[in-house]
């Protein structure tokens, strides 16, 4: 269960104005999976924080968009010894757990890195909502008129 969610970098380096086509590429990569210490109550449980790095790549090589932070997670004792092994012996995230965090992750950082290019000129690295109008078609099955 996600308890909290912190961080720790948020930066945007525009290298050159956008001309033409530009891409868009998000990229999640998780750095660290270490257990924090909890209260002496809270025995039976453990906490893990996952540190990670969401990218926006502007391509190309017109900007960069970073953010680091953690993910804070509560957990049993079993689960724990599995994921940090998991992570010390294969830098691997079990699928069940790593599929929400990237979600979270996702959801939090995507909207802040939309904001971000913003407010420094950049296009959204996400599609946005458009709402179209149908323009409304003459009725076809005009009555004939009486001579």
Known sequence: ???????????????????????????????DVVEQPLPAGLNKQALISFKFQYKVDYLPNIALTEIVGYIHFMTNKESKDKILEDWDKRS???????????NYVFSKCGVMALSLSRQVGLPPHIPLPKIVIKQKEPDKKSKPKAS
Request: proline letters at 5%; glycine letters at 4%; hydrophobic letters at 45%.
């Open 1 to 31: 269960m996600i308890v909290n969610f912190t961080l720790d970098k948020i930066s945007v380096d525009k290298k050159s104005q956008v001309k033409g086509m530009v891409e868009a590429k998000n990229s999640i990569k998780f750095l």
């Open 92 to 102: 691997r995230i079990d699928p069940s757990i790593s599929g929400p965090l990237v």
